[in-house]
């Protein structure tokens, strides 16, 4: 259990580092509907090939949640530390625009993965 945990929980970095030296599409990306799609074929396969899906999407979502992206948990952490570093605290409105500018980026990545995800199960 340890070493797939491991091996699918780097998984999404490698792909994030072939995504940015454009090894991979971001069209491999999915979403929402990918997932329910995918969810319901590993019904079909029993109960355990589901929960191994399960736990796979559950360590996925946990990692991506820690990513350094502002608005998610990693954001946070990352502020925390530069803040520590630098031994002085940004100003609220600071922050409120990193988390407003890092927003817009999940909400403009969450929506081109859903209207990708949705052309690929309409095909």
């Known amino acids: 259990a340890y070493d797939q945990t491991v091996y699918y929980g ?3 970095f490698r792909v994030l580092g072939k995504m940015l030296t454009l ?5 491999s990306l999915s979403g929402a509907p990918r997932i329910a799609k995918e969810a319901g074929e590993t019904l ?7 929960l191994f899906f399960l736990a796979i999407l559950s360590v996925n979502l946990g990692i991506v949640n820690l ?4 608005v998610l948990d990693g954001g946070e952490i990352f502020v925390i530390l530069v803040e520590w570093i630098g031994r002085k ?8 625009r990193v988390k407003q500018v890092g927003f817009v980026i999940l909400v403009c990545l969450m929506v081109s993965v859903l209207v990708m995800d949705t052309f690929k199960l309409i095909s």
Not at 23 to 27: D, G
Not at 44 to 50: D, H, N, R, T, Y
Not at 89 to 96: A, G, I, Q, R
């Open 23 to 27: 090894e991979m599409s971001p069209k």
């Open 44 to 50: 079909k396969l029993g109960l355990i090939p589901f």
């Open 10 to 12: 780097t998984l999404i």
């Open 67 to 70: 990513l350094p992206i502002p």
């Open 89 to 96: 605290e940004f100003d609220l409105s600071t922050k409120f």
